[in-house]
């Protein structure tokens, strides 16, 4: 029997078997139960279950302050959104607000005290109990007679001036800032007006036209929300002078390519036009106290002496100049891209001689003037970075707020002595300076504390909100109020320092006390004087449960001299270089620590921003190098090299390298992996603190 | 097979190019919503998960006359002959003959991709790699939208979870019609530009059907029949004339040659 088994039945009868089985239920059911097997595995999180509930907070990614509400699962927030009718920010919140109840639970959060071994690249990280690091520093600056500097990245906090007041204590402080770019403008013509105006705002929404001098006005500039509501309404035209095709370039009314680094002369040659065409009112020629000096130095930088270096031709500046000329009110402003450093003091001031000139400096749809908040030191004017001599701060804390602006550590390294400086960072993540610090004492995360939001950056008036915690403080993380309290104690200096909520308390108190302003309050949208609150806990329990305080209005400022500082050197041209390096970023993006890990739907998924490594170049400079699409190169400046990716972009111009001061999302950003930010290491870094420029080549591998 | 049926609501959206910068927030909103998990390290632009797609399209013309435009890209919601639902195997597609809304069901997909390979929009995104967020985060997802799984295909559905909460909302108060005000899809409530236009355009009465309607407004690849309910509106002619030439893939990164691709 068994012999009349062949080869060929044993094939039929499996055959067979394999098609009687499709036809049997085995198979599908297999299927279907492997699909619900691999729904529950563990790797397949589970939801959180409990009441949903919505809590209004604040915004602390970035000093813009944005109001925020946030649905929460079992008191956990899992969605954050914009307040709707919202006076300032008219219900938008950016990209990293969106995300940002992920930053406590970053990958690169920090919730330990560490200590860094050695400054090199090769430096590794290990803990160290937060007694023991306050005691080496503070035995640090004991030992060492050198400047102790905070450099502040939110300055104007009510913790600011706590830093403000340790320093002076310690009488060998300095207290530095982060380049700020919305106030840059502001800043330059507080130095240009006597007696000084005091705190300064754009006043856009009564603007007419708006000229930006490269800043990203309608990419994260200012307070986002605010600025896409000012677009939208197109009540302001806004044209763009830039070197680069950006997003803003992109957005507004008309965008005016210029060479890059020309932003002084274009200025320079605006001014020149308002002076011939007899543009400036007699009122304000009178109270220009070099107005004599000023005429005959601007009149060789008119815009047909300027056009072969700015490129643009000569009507087109003339045009503009009468158009700016001919409306009712009109801002001036600079900023700079993020990434691209800022310009440089003479392109501020020349930038912020334009408005002086027009008259639009304390005007509504100018450039108006805000009161103080009640409670809150007047406002300071920073220390400029050219200011500081080389290798003279011998301690150097770094504040763990993010300003959202980069900072090559090539800027602040030449600030510290050689040997013996040490660098205390109090970031609650691993960033691209704390990396380079000597003690790290994470502060807590975003959402994890309480603290003031001020005046927000481009406000016309006062304001003043809290940011409410929404996660619990992670009990390893130290508050600056608390760092500071220790070192006071240590170094024997004399400061009463309360607790966060003690400080934020008093301020709010004197809010109540100043009477002015009105109180706007999220769940119902209403608007209400502070008259009519009975006391301060009253405004206390409104402001920590949704709402902002508004200052009044104040627009006129009382006439002032003003001295145009500006200088009558040419600027260097920088034609020569065959091949020009410049940075690009976007606020609050240069490193990977700063933004969500969502984000990567928007960096390594789709591309829409470039990350850390990327360069683009226009088709003709790619042809004229040989480069292909996507091919991987070398760029190297004078301070190094890094591996790039090249894109072939038609909006770039042509002999420019842009290049991607963006995350690296796949870094690891330890020091045995520098971080960050390798093309921003490569970046010239001047005297003046700026670092728009840079000579490179392209090499291939 | 023509899914066209009688139906009460024909959800769609109206996104206005010219208001776009391309800052992402639909996307970020998106992902958020409905817990599509962050980049694993291999993910790139091809094989990342994002129902929410933003491509830069250039008019290709030289520096400084050159003009890039953003378009967000994402399940069009095929009205007629919806080819992801005709081809699936397992009817894990789903058109909601109520709302007109396409749905995916991950618990009937196999992973066969037929349904990626017959979207002409390139909207429907493969689950390569398991779904992975830091501790914190997992306590941070929506608690109403189930995470999907690795080896399934998913797609937008116009946040059907909240369509959900708005109709819960409008049975518990008596109703047996939403509220509009109440069904908005994440990506239109982020949108910083309010590009976004979302409604009913069986709705005459509502802003989106004559802003549907309106000359600038178009549909990408709308040749092949399929009635997409989302719509584009840009006043760039440039803009308009792509809509019939192009996919929104960057054709670079598809290795089409310009000759071939207008060929």
């Known amino acids: 029997m068994l012999k009349s088994i062949t080869r060929r039945d044993l094939l039929k009868f499996t055959g067979g078997s394999i098609i009687g089985l499709m036809f049997s239920p085995l198979p599908w059911k297999l299927l279907d139960d492997s699909a619900i097997w691999t729904q529950n595995w563990s790797l397949t999180p589970k939801l959180a279950h409990g009441p949903i509930t919505s809590v209004f907070t604040h915004c602390t990614l970035c000093p813009a302050g944005c109001a925020m509400k946030a649905l929460c699962v079992s008191g956990m927030p899992f969605s954050l959104t914009g307040v709707p009718f919202h006076p300032l920010t008219h219900g938008s919140l950016c990209v990293r607000g969106l995300a940002g109840h992920h930053m406590a639970y970053h990958p690169l959060r920090i919730v330990h005290p560490h200590t860094f071994s050695g400054k090199s690249e090769e430096s590794s990280m290990s803990a160290i109990s937060l007694k ?36 002076q204590q310690t009488e060998r402080g300095l207290y530095l800032t982060s380049p700020s770019r919305e106030e840059s403008t502001l800043d330059a013509i507080k130095e240009m007006v006597k007696p000084s ?31 896409n509501a ?41 001014a020149s036009v308002l002076e011939e065409e007899h543009f400036i009112a007699q009122r304000i020629r009178q109270s220009i106290t070099n107005i004599r000096q000023f005429s005959s130095m601007i009149g060789q930088f008119s815009p047909e002496k300027t056009a072969a270096r700015t490129g643009i031709q000569p009507s087109v ?61 007047s406002e300071f004017t920073p220390i400029h970075w050219s200011n500081i001599p080389d290798h003279s701060i011998d301690t150097l804390i770094v504040d763990g707020a993010d300003s959202g602006y980069a900072i090559p550590w090539r800027l602040i390294e030449q600030k510290l002595t050689n040997t013996s400086s040490m660098v205390v960072s109090l970031s609650p993540v691993l960033d691209q300076i704390s990396v380079h610090s000597d003690y790290l004492l994470p502060s807590p995360a975003h959402l994890e504390s309480l603290q003031d939001q001020v005046a927000n950056i481009d406000a016309k008036t006062a304001t003043f909100s809290l940011s409410i915690p929404l996660l619990k403080k992670n009990e390893n993380t130290i508050d600056p109020v608390d760092v500071l309290r220790e070192l006071s104690a240590r170094l024997n200096v004399v400061l009463e320092i309360p607790t966060e909520e003690e400080l934020l308390k008093n301020k709010v108190a004197q809010i109540h006390s100043g009477q002015r302003g009105i ?45 145009m500082a500006l200088s009558a050197e040419q600027p260097k041209d920088s034609k020569e270089e065959p091949l020009q390096m410049i940075a690009s970023g976007w606020r609050g993006a240069v490193c990977a620590s700063q933004i969500s890990p969502i984000l990567s739907k928007v960096f390594q998924e789709t591309e829409l921003r470039h990350v850390n490594g990327i360069v683009s170049i226009n088709p003709e400079t790619a042809s004229q190098l040989g480069v292909t699409n996507d091919s991987p190169m070398t760029l190297s400046t004078k301070n190094g090299s890094a591996a790039v990716n090249v894109k072939i972009d038609t909006t770039v111009r042509p002999g420019i390298v842009d290049a991607a001061i963006g995350p690296n999302l796949n870094g690891t950003e330890t020091p045995a992996h520098p971080v960050g930010n390798t093309l921003l290491n490569l970046c010239d870094v001047t005297n003046d603190g700026t670092w728009r420029i840079t000579p490179a080549q392209i090499l291939k591998v | 097979m023509d899914t066209t049926v009688e139906k009460k609501y024909k959800f769609g959206m109206v996104i206005n190019l010219d208001k776009c910068n391309g800052c992402g927030a639909c996307a970020v909103a998106c992902a958020i919503e409905n817990n599509v998990p962050p980049a694993v390290q291999k993910m790139n632009k091809r094989n990342g998960l994002t129902w929410l797609t933003i491509s830069t399209v250039s008019n290709n013309e030289q520096y400084p006359q050159s003009e890039t435009v953003f378009v967000p890209m994402f399940c069009q919601q095929c009205e007629k002959e919806t080819p992801c639902m005709t081809v699936c195997p397992q009817n894990a597609v789903d058109v909601d003959p109520t709302t007109g809304i396409v749905g995916q069901v991950p ?133 308009r004339a792509m809509a019939e030439k192009a996919q929104t893939r960057s054709r670079q990164a598809d290795g089409i040659a310009e000759e071939e691709f207008h060929g």
């Open chain 2, 107 to 239: 618990q009937r997909c196999l992973g066969c991709r037929y349904c990626m390979t017959a979207c002409p929009y390139h909207a429907r995104y493969f689950n390569w790699w398991d779904p992975e967020w830091t501790d914190g985060m997992k306590q941070q997802l929506n608690p109403d939208v189930a995470p999907r799984m690795r080896g399934v295909v998913e797609k937008c559905n116009f946040c059907h979870s909240r369509l959900h909460s708005a109709k819960d909302k409008a049975a518990t108060l008596g109703n047996r019609e939403i509220n509009p005000a109440d069904y908005i899809p994440a990506c239109v409530e982020s949108c910083p530009n309010k590009a976004i236009t979302f409604g009913d355009l069986n709705d005459t009465t509502a802003p989106i059907t004559s802003l549907a309607s309106n000359s600038n407004s178009f549909r990408f690849l709308s040749r092949l029949g399929t009635e997409p309910k989302v719509y584009y509106h840009s006043k760039k002619h440039w803009v």
């Open chain 1, 197 to 227: 105006p005091g705190p300064l705002g754009y006043d856009f929404e009564n603007t007419s036209l708006i000229i930006s001098f490269g800043a990203p006005l309608l990419d994260g500039w200012g307070t986002p929300g605010r600025m």
């Open chain 1, 317 to 377: 500046l003339r045009m503009l100049t009468r158009e700016l000329a001919s409306v009712n009110s009109a801002i001036v402003l600079s900023g700079a891209d993020p990434g691209g450093g800022p310009f440089d003091i003479e392109t501020e001031r020349t930038i912020a001689a334009i408005n002086l000139l027009l008259g639009s400096v304390g005007k509504n749809g100018g450039i108006v003037s805000r009161k103080n908040i009640p409670g809150y030191q």
């Open chain 1, 519 to 563: 109180l706007f309050t999220y769940s119902d949208g209403s608007s209400t004087s502070i008259r009519e609150l009975s006391s301060a806990d009253d405004l206390w329990t409104a402001l920590t449960t949704g709402a902002i305080w508004i200052d009044d209005e104040i627009h006129q400022l009382p006439p002032r001299s003003v001295t």
């Open chain 1, 132 to 167: 023991r690091a306050l005691d080496a520093i503070a035995g640090h600056m004991k030992s060492t007679t050198g400047t102790i500097a905070i450099l502040d990245r939110q300055p104007n906090r009510a913790i600011s001036e706590l830093y403000r007041s340790f320093l």
């Open chain 1, 230 to 270: 000012i677009r939208n309404s197109q009540r302001a035209k806004i044209v763009q002078i830039d070197c680069r095709y950006s997003r803003t370039a992109l957005q507004s009314d008309q965008w005016i390519a210029i060479a890059p680094g020309t932003e002084r002369l274009v200025a320079l040659s605006i």
